[in-house]
């Protein structure tokens, strides 16, 4: 199964692999909120949606209309996180392996913090020394708790709810091996 991640508008399950599993959106459409039209998030940036950052005036790179339904909100979602679980993919060693909720919970974080923050991180220095993942989240994700130098209560209960997805029991493998999988 192939992909561009550009034309991939869905993020399917393929054997036992997910690339983001509903726990994770659910997690991020929580944690972000929905807003319908371009607003000011708590740091000022413009936002849409669930948490897209407008690159240009008004979010006029977004082309679905605003003000934006829930299910168009999904779709740049999906489309958005694209960026960040390939910066994982390709940051996280190969022979580090993470499970499809430990998957989710770096990926909320990433979508979160930027790629720059993940490539930089000691959190995924740590996973790639080979460290116990459980014990990195628990103790990595909770510094991730401000913004512009604020720390923000909407960062320490996400950060919570990371930390909480990361240590769900899953069989499901995500790195290395399923990460590029696209309808
Ligand atoms: C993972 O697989 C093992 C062995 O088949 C099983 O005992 C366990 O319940 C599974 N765990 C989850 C979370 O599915």
Not at 26 to 52: A, M, N
Not at 55 to 70: A, H, N, Y
Request: with cysteine.
């Amino acid at each position: 199964m192939i992909v561009l991640p550009t034309l991939g508008l869905s993020l399917v399950r393929a054997g036992s692999c997910i690339f983001v599993n509903q726990a994770t959106l659910d997690l991020i459409k929580e944690r972000e909120g929905f807003v319908s039209i371009p607003s000011p998030d708590p740091v000022g940036q413009p936002t849409v949606g669930y948490g897209h950052q407008c690159r240009v005036k008004d979010c006029g790179e977004v082309t679905e209309p605003f003000p934006l339904s829930l299910q168009s909100a999904d779709r740049l979602l999906k489309r958005d996180i694209v960026p960040f679980a390939q910066c994982l993919a390709a940051t996280i060693s190969p022979h580090i392996r993470i499970n499809s909720n430990q998957w989710g919970a770096l990926v909320s974080w990433a979508y979160n913090v930027g790629t720059e923050s993940i490539k930089h991180s000691s959190l995924v220095r740590r996973l790639n020394n080979g460290e116990d993942p459980e014990r990195v989240a628990r103790e990595e994700l909770p510094g991730w708790d401000n913004a512009g130098g604020i720390t923000l209560l909407g960062l320490i209960r996400r950060r919570e709810a990371e930390v909480r997805l990361f240590g769900i029991p899953s069989n499901n493998t995500a790195h290395p091996f399923c990460t590029y999988t696209y309808l």
